[in-house]
């Protein structure tokens, strides 16, 4: 994911990426050629390990396949293991804000 969205500086040591953890379910999703392809449902990251939600979210499984869905689970920046320095990233936290982080999900929807 791009560390700072709104400015093209880089970050401390020379970052400008990171990477964000997510997980991609297409086991129900309909796609046939010549017809719009099934809904995306989307989870947004909250303050926790994306597994967590993953494994306790169960309105989404249990509509997925009904709807043809593709389920993708976003981990938060800063949480998890979405930690843009590491250990380190306590000392950088200035790149954590909610406009982060949905400028985060909305490049990995169009990814």
């Known amino acids: 994911a791009t ?3 709104f400015s093209y500086a880089s970050g401390p040591y020379g970052r400008t990426h990171f990477l964000q953890r997510y997980f991609l379910c297409g086991q129900h999703w309909k796609s046939t050629p010549g017809q ?5 449902f989307f989870y947004t990251g909250n303050e926790a390990d994306v597994t967590l ?3 306790a979210t169960g309105l989404m499984w249990e509509n997925a ?5 593709l389920l ?13 320095f590491g250990e380190h990233t306590r000392k950088h936290m200035s790149f954590l804000s909610s406009e982060q982080a949905l ?4 490049d990995l929807l169009w990814f």
């Not at 993708?72 to 843009?84: D, M, Q, V």
């Not at 400028?103 to 909305?106: E, F, T």
């Open 3 to 5: 560390l700072d969205h």
């Open 36 to 40: 719009a392809p099934g809904p995306i």
């Open 53 to 55: 939600y993953v494994n």
């Open 65 to 69: 396949e009904e709807f043809g869905a």
């Open 72 to 84: 993708i689970f976003a981990e938060h920046r800063y949480y998890g293991k979405s930690l843009p």
């Open 103 to 106: 400028a985060d999900y909305a």
